[in-house]
């Protein structure tokens, strides 16, 4: 296994590193922005916090201004009161107390500056991730269809740990160091102009190689951010998939994809590293050159009695001082660059424009009845191919106020994308859904989603307890007054009675036990059951179950059925069915196929005239021909029939 | 969890460890993190060579300047161009050398520091699928994640900080405080004298940070797991409104990270200016002591010039350290978060002596089996069940019966809590897993698909499959049309979480992969779910042509799916309460004859 792995002809996983990341879905593809504009998007985040980022750069300017001056001062000591005079007692102390009073200042502005920075910049991350959140959470389904949650999850995570260490550190640095080599040169100049000049021509190789540097460095810096992100995908689908992937003993070949990826995030972070060492080569040899240079020719200077040897001296003090900051740009460009990327990505997400949002002048259904209508309904997922037809392709359907529709149809007939329509997780191309005569994309999503409740047939149970999960969509259950408690105490017993759901008391806290993924673990039936509840307590007007029941077994199944049966008396309610057991609870079957409601009608109907009917939801003929034999007929419906839904 | 121990990831939230446990925490990530740096030990040495090198040839350039101006000046006064031009030459082979090995330190540490942890990502990734499923049930999804992000992150930082600073700073301090002792001992002792306060600044600020940064790897964990879930969840999300209820719990897990990272960053804070502080402090001792013993003359007042000085610098490179002191903790909690995952046991281990497999049969037998998940509760208490090979065995049973524990004790996502199941005689205990997972594969209700294409999805079964088995085993469940039609037929990308195919279908191309991986025993619990009747109906034909000389155990709530058993096992409590073919069983008057008449009565 481990072996035939690496020349695996069909690497699962192992494509969202390659195409997605050249051209693909995750990257920003609007004009070429330059480094200062992308990070001047950041303000309107930053604006509350510059007052404190400016107080600390002063406080930092400060600080090196202090840290300059106590060796002047101790200069000036030593040369002014010691060599001279041979210094009294009282003297030594007071210059001693006076480098302790710059030295204690020295340490006040430094504490300073990283108190002032310190808030806004964990504030400032704080605030574009709980803004992160909060856009991901509304936009539509169809864009986390799209974007794997590793890519999302590295962006809040990582990339605005990236952003905050930059604003209150790398920021803070590049500016301060700026200013000093700017004042420094400035100093350079008055000591001596030809030899500042010197200097400055031979910067100019630095400036050229920090250009280079730029264009290969923020494409390498983006592809390993990117990376990452995959790497966090692939860890989450590995975790996600461990049943499928311990069942087929696909641990190693898991591996040995992950380890490909890992291999090409290496390659990326070494092809950085090279792009820093070889800025870091300019930025330390060029300098070096530049004093070899300056030596030579100060002291030729000096031999012709241009420049003393003290200002030759003060010259290199100065220079020497300079060098810090001017190879404390390598990182604090390479950090701003990186800074930079997570800043893309972060405002590839918050840009992404919203298709699902509440309308601009939202209208109220006052007296909701229930009545659910599909009006010329067509669907399809926007990449899909032109020379595809429709997912959905025009179903008109009515569902009156109180009615029980059974929607039945093949695999892929496109049932449960249309009940996906109703509280809007996709939106229609064409047509329109409407409950009680207003097109659902005219409320807002808070009342159509109060309005339509729905339970899915993967069933996601959120790390809570029971009574929190299962009263989820009832938010006006929520409270300590004993009255909505004993409300939502009778609210959750109904539903968990419907939905055959009491062993949830059972549990070892009861219903106050956590379940989903931080807590315990349910069966697939019992999962099911509960999200049964939940979409049942949050006693919607219409009601969408999507195969609903599949998990449960036989017996289960009918006692659910039945108390469902009661529970959609008043309710309108669409029902994804499989099974001939679920259909009996419905007052109507809309058969769908090939994207459209081919006909309507009772069970007993269809099933007298409808032969499409009879071949997808009777299982009566098997039954017929007995146990352990392949009933001769089965065959022949079955191959036109699935022609005929893939047409 | 209990809160006794800190073995694996036991106690991982706490932040209150006994200095016991403290230790044995640390001891272990340093074990963890010794064993990831020895392969690459002449690499590390090498690098600590360059630094080495290249810290002495960059000290040298203001020695040089010295000797430039000092001898160079006068010499070219007597028109003697040659020490300033070797001076020169020096100076600049120096410092281009320097640039060029510096260069080349930040290459090779980078392949060092990469190197970890590329190792460390796929050590970790290893383990977790070893560890069997009984840890991932418990240790969600989102920790792990957080594990390899975030935690690793904080690795990285650290190995990216720049050992070079570290090493420079050390070799630079300690360079100067040999200068000073040179030049004069009292001022050197003064400066002994300061590493006192140092010692007891860099104690407070280690105990400190190792607690705050012990909480915000915990923090950082919290917000990944709400993070991961909202979502893998958000159509539930939408679908209920939690948005609101979200944001506000999102914010206060944000906030909580937020409040302790700005902790760890005052502490820091306070812990940088104090080294400042004692730098600062010392220099005017020294100038203090050093000036007194000028005016009494028992100093030259060169030796204090110099002295002072070289105290100042010998501070200089305090910050940096601190920095690197502050990422060494940061990281230090990270692997012992990582570690304790590390050091977790796979509940079901690869044997010591594994016994060698070719071929199964497929015979498959529970000896006087018990099984609990957590002691007191047995959930099979005393089990014996033999399958010949080639059997078809239908389970049937109320939820809770034990079926589905049944089916993950053959295909050991457990092993049983006492006694023995053995397939082909040979106990599963002792089969390798590649022997094992050839001869058993089970299928489950959840139809988990990777990003990747149709054809990437079905090759799981059998990764050296080529596009033909892949197509004949579709064709085979039936999945062969629908795939055709999308819109890149096998090539298609099921995208994330299989958003584009339906749950039946999702099970279909799970059929195929279970079709295509050929097993002696194959096991499906549920596994047809949320197909149509027709689909359902394709697939049952398919696998009486699988099942035919093979061994399978079926658990299905349908009873359709018992027409294709040779054996139906009826269980109740963790025991088998009926066992005949279906015929008898039918015919009976038993619970399967009730179930299966208001079976029939459900159909039309």
């Given at each position: 296994m481990s072996t035939a792995a690496p020349q695996d002809p069909h690497p699962p996983r192992d494509e969202t590193a390659g195409p997605e990341l050249s051209d693909g879905t995750h990257r920003a593809d609007g004009p070429e922005q330059t480094t200062a504009?992308?990070?001047?998007?950041?303000?309107?985040?930053?604006?509350?916090?510059?007052?404190?980022?400016?107080?600390?750069?002063?406080?930092?300017?400060?600080?090196?201004?202090?840290?300059?001056?106590?060796?002047?001062?101790?200069?000036?000591?030593?040369?002014?009161?010691?060599?001279?005079?041979?210094?009294?007692?009282?003297?030594?102390?007071?210059?001693?107390?006076?480098?302790?009073?710059?030295?204690?200042?020295?340490?006040?502005?430094?504490?300073?500056?990283?108190?002032?920075?310190?808030?806004?910049?964990?504030?400032?991350?704080?605030?574009?991730?709980?803004?992160?959140?909060?856009?991901?959470?509304?936009?539509?389904?169809?864009?986390?269809?799209?974007?794997?949650?590793?890519?999302?999850?590295?962006?809040?995570?990582?990339?605005?740990?990236?952003?905050?260490?930059?604003?209150?550190?790398?920021?803070?640095?590049?500016?301060?160091?700026?200013?000093?080599?700017?004042?420094?040169?400035?100093?350079?100049?008055?000591?001596?102009?030809?030899?500042?000049?010197?200097?400055?021509?031979?910067?100019?190789?630095?400036?050229?190689?920090?250009?280079?540097?730029?264009?290969?460095?923020?494409?390498?810096?983006?592809?390993?951010?990117?990376?990452?992100?995959?790497?966090?995908?692939?860890?989450?689908?590995?975790?996600?998939?461990?049943?499928v992937l311990k069942a087929f003993g696909r641990g190693r070949h898991a591996l040995s994809n992950f380890r490909a990826q890992a291999e090409r995030l290496r390659g990326t972070e070494l092809e950085k590293a090279r792009a820093i060492a070889g800025l870091w080569l300019w930025l330390l040899m060029v300098p070096d050159v530049a004093f070899g240079i300056c030596l030579l020719l100060g002291v030729w200077l000096a031999a012709h009695d241009q420049l003393t040897i003290g200002q030759l001296l003060a010259f290199f003090s100065t220079a020497t001082v300079l060098r810090f900051p001017i190879e404390s740009i390598g990182f604090l460009l390479s950090m701003t660059y990186d800074t930079r990327t997570a800043v893309d990505r972060f405002f590839e997400v918050m840009s992404t424009p919203n298709t699902i949002d509440d309308p601009a002048a939202p209208k109220h259904i006052d007296e909701p009845r229930g009545r659910l209508e599909f009006d010329q309904v067509h669907f399809r997922y926007e990449d899909s191919p032109a020379r595809f037809p429709d997912l959905v392709d025009g179903v008109d359907l009515e569902v009156r106020p109180g009615e029980t529709m059974a929607l039945?149809?093949?695999?892929?007939?496109?049932?449960?994308?249309?009940?996906?329509?109703?509280?809007?997780?996709?939106?229609?191309?064409?047509?329109?859904?409407?409950?009680?005569?207003?097109?659902?994309?005219?409320?807002?999503?808070?009342?159509?989603?109060?309005?339509?409740?729905?339970?899915?047939?993967?069933a996601t149970l959120f790390s809570a307890s029971v009574r929190d999960n299962v009263l989820l969509g009832r938010p006006d259950l929520v409270g300590d007054d004993p009255d909505t408690k004993a409300a939502a105490e009778a609210q959750l017993a109904e539903a968990l009675e419907v939905a055959q759901a009491a062993f949830a008391y059972d549990l070892p806290e009861g219903v106050d036990t956590k379940v989903g993924e931080e807590g315990l673990s349910l069966s697939g039936g019992q999962r099911q059951r509960l999200a049964l509840a939940r979409a049942v307590a949050a006693k919607p007007s219409v009601l969408v179950l999507d195969d609903p029941l599949s998990a449960l077994d036989v017996?289960?199944?009918?006692?659910?059925?039945?108390?469902?049966?009661?529970?959609?008396?008043?309710?309108?309610?669409?029902?994804?069915?499989?099974?001939?057991?679920?259909?009996?609870?419905?007052?109507?079957?809309?058969?769908?196929?090939?994207?459209?409601?081919?006909?309507?009608?009772?069970?007993?109907?269809?099933?007298?005239?409808?032969?499409?009917?009879?071949?997808?939801?009777?299982?009566?003929?098997?039954?017929?021909?007995?146990?352990?034999?392949?009933?001769?007929?089965?065959?022949?419906?079955?191959?036109?029939?699935?022609?005929?839904?893939?047409? | 969890m209990s809160t006794a121990t800190v073995t694996g990831v036991a106690g991982e939230d706490r932040s209150d460890l006994s200095k016991g446990e403290s230790r044995v925490i640390r001891q272990r990530s340093l074990r963890l993190l010794g064993s990831l740096v020895a392969p690459m030990k002449v690499k590390v040495t090498w690098t600590l060579v360059l630094v080495v090198v290249s810290t002495i040839l960059q000290v040298s350039g203001p020695a040089l300047i010295g000797i430039g101006i000092d001898r160079g000046l006068p010499a070219l006064l007597k028109q003697d161009w040659m020490p300033i031009s070797w001076t020169v030459a020096a100076y600049l082979a120096a410092g281009v050398l320097g640039a060029l090995t510096i260069a080349w330190y930040t290459i090779a540490s980078a392949q060092i520091s990469q190197a970890i942890l590329f190792d460390l990502r796929t050590r970790v990734f290893l383990h977790t699928q070893r560890l069997s499923l009984e840890f991932h049930e418990s240790y969600t999804s989102g920790r792990i994640i957080s594990r390899q992000t975030s935690d690793l992150d904080s690795i990285r930082e650290l190995l990216d900080s720049g050992i070079n600073q570290l090493v420079q700073g050390m070799l630079y301090s300690g360079f100067i405080a040999i200068a000073i002792f040179a030049v004069d001992w009292v001022s050197g002792v003064v400066l002994l004298c300061s590493l006192v306060p140092l010692y007891f600044l860099v104690r407070w600020f280690q105990k400190r940070s190792q607690v705050l940064f012990r909480i915000s790897r915990v923090a950082s964990a919290k917000l990944i797991v709400h993070f991961?879930?909202?979502?893998?969840?958000?159509?539930?999300?939408?679908?209920?409104?939690?948005?609101?209820?979200?944001?506000?719990?999102?914010?206060?897990?944000?906030?909580?990270?937020?409040?302790?990272?700005?902790?760890?960053?005052?502490?820091?804070?306070?812990?940088?200016?104090?080294?400042?502080?004692?730098?600062?402090?010392?220099?005017?001792?020294?100038?203090?002591?050093?000036?007194?013993?000028?005016?009494?003359?028992?100093?030259?007042?060169?030796?204090?010039?110099?002295?002072?000085?070289?105290?100042?610098?010998?501070?200089?490179?305090?910050?940096?350290?601190?920095?690197?002191?502050?990422?060494?903790?940061?990281?230090?909690?990270?692997?012992?978060?990582?570690?304790?995952?590390?050091?977790?046991?796979?509940?079901?281990?690869?044997?010591?002596?594994?016994?060698?497999?070719?071929?199964?049969?497929?015979?498959?037998?529970?000896?006087?089996?018990?099984?609990?998940?957590?002691?007191?509760?047995?959930v099979l208490p005393k089990f014996d069940l033999d399958i010949p090979a080639g059997q078809t065995v239908a389970l049937v049973g109320s939820t809770g019966a034990g079926k589905s524990t049944l089916a993950k004790l053959i295909s050991r996502f457990y092993d049983p809590s006492s006694g023995a199941v053995t397939l082909d005689g040979v106990d599963l205990r002792d089969l390798t897993q590649e022997d094992l997972r050839r001869a058993i594969v089970m299928v489950t209700q959840e139809a988990y698909l990777f990003s990747g294409s149709v054809a990437d999805n079905i090759a799981l079964g059998k990764p050296d499959a080529t596009i033909e088995e892949i197509r004949r085993a579709a064709q085979a469940v039936g999945a062969h049309e629908f795939i055709e039609a999308l819109p890149d037929g096998y090539d298609t990308d099921v995208n994330k979480r299989g958003g584009r195919v339906s749950a039946g279908q999702r099970q279909l191309i799970s059929f195929a992969r279970a079709f295509l991986a050929n097993p002696a025993v194959l096991i499906l619990d549920e596994a047809t779910s949320s197909l149509d009747i027709p689909s359902e109906r394709l697939v049952q034909q398919a696998l009486q042509t699988l099942l035919a000389d093979r061994t399978a155990v079926i658990i299905a709530h349908r009873l359709s799916t018992v027409a294709i058993a040779d054996r139906v096992l009826v269980m109740e409590h963790g025991r088998i309460v009926e066992d005949g073919t279906p015929a008898e069983l039918i015919g009976g008057t038993g619970r399967f004859a009730q179930l299966h008449a208001a079976w029939r009565d459900s159909l039309v």
């Open positions: 504009q992308s990070l001047v998007r950041l303000y309107p985040y930053l604006k509350p916090a510059l007052p404190r980022i400016t107080a600390g750069m002063v406080a930092a300017l400060g600080a090196s201004v202090v840290a300059l001056a106590i060796p002047m001062v101790l200069q000036k000591l030593v040369d002014g009161t010691l060599l001279h005079r041979g210094g009294s007692t009282s003297q030594v102390v007071l210059s001693a107390l006076l480098i302790l009073a710059l030295g204690a200042g020295e340490a006040v502005l430094i504490s300073l500056r990283r108190w002032f920075v310190l808030a806004p910049g964990t504030k400032v991350e704080a605030t574009l991730r709980n803004a992160l959140y909060a856009k991901l959470q509304r936009l539509p389904v169809a864009f986390h269809d799209r974007w794997p949650s590793g890519q999302l999850l590295s962006r809040a995570v990582s990339d605005l740990n990236l952003i905050r260490r930059w604003l209150s550190f790398g920021l803070v640095l590049f500016i301060v160091n700026i200013v000093t080599i700017v004042v420094g040169f400035g100093v350079l100049f008055y000591w001596h102009w030809l030899l500042a000049a010197v200097m400055v021509v031979l910067s100019i190789p630095l400036w050229v190689a920090g250009y280079f540097f730029e264009r290969k460095y923020h494409i390498v810096a983006r592809r390993s951010q990117d990376q990452q992100g995959d790497l966090a995908t692939a860890v989450e689908e590995s975790v996600h998939g461990i049943r039945v149809g093949l695999t892929g007939s496109g049932k449960s994308t249309l009940t996906s329509l109703v509280p809007r997780l996709y939106d229609v191309t064409g047509g329109a859904i409407r409950i009680d005569g207003v097109d659902v994309r005219d409320l807002t999503l808070e009342e159509l989603r109060t309005r339509v409740a729905m339970a899915f047939e993967d017996d289960t199944e009918a006692r659910v059925t039945e108390r469902l049966r009661r529970v959609l008396k008043g309710t309108t309610a669409l029902i994804v069915a499989h099974r001939p057991s679920t259909v009996m609870l419905a007052d109507r079957v809309a058969l769908l196929q090939g994207g459209r409601v081919v006909d309507v009608g009772p069970h007993s109907e269809l099933l007298a005239r409808n032969e499409h009917y009879r071949y997808v939801i009777s299982s009566l003929e098997d039954e017929d021909s007995g146990f352990g034999t392949r009933p001769p007929g089965a065959s022949g419906p079955q191959t036109v029939d699935t022609e005929e839904v893939d047409a | 991961v879930e909202t979502m893998t969840g958000i159509r539930a999300v939408k679908a209920f409104r939690k948005e609101k209820r979200n944001e506000r719990e999102f914010g206060e897990l944000v906030e909580d990270y937020r409040d302790v990272n700005a902790k760890t960053i005052q502490l820091f804070g306070l812990f940088d200016p104090g080294l400042v502080m004692i730098g600062n402090i010392t220099v005017a001792v020294a100038l203090l002591i050093g000036g007194l013993r000028v005016a009494s003359g028992s100093l030259e007042i060169g030796a204090l010039l110099s002295v002072l000085l070289y105290a100042r610098r010998f501070f200089d490179p305090m910050e940096e350290m601190a920095m690197f002191y502050n990422s060494y903790q940061s990281a230090a909690a990270a692997l012992e978060k990582i570690s304790g995952v590390l050091e977790e046991q796979p509940g079901v281990p690869e044997p010591a002596h594994p016994i060698k497999l070719d071929g199964a049969r497929g015979h498959v037998v529970f000896d006087d089996v018990n099984f609990h998940y957590k002691p007191g509760r047995d």
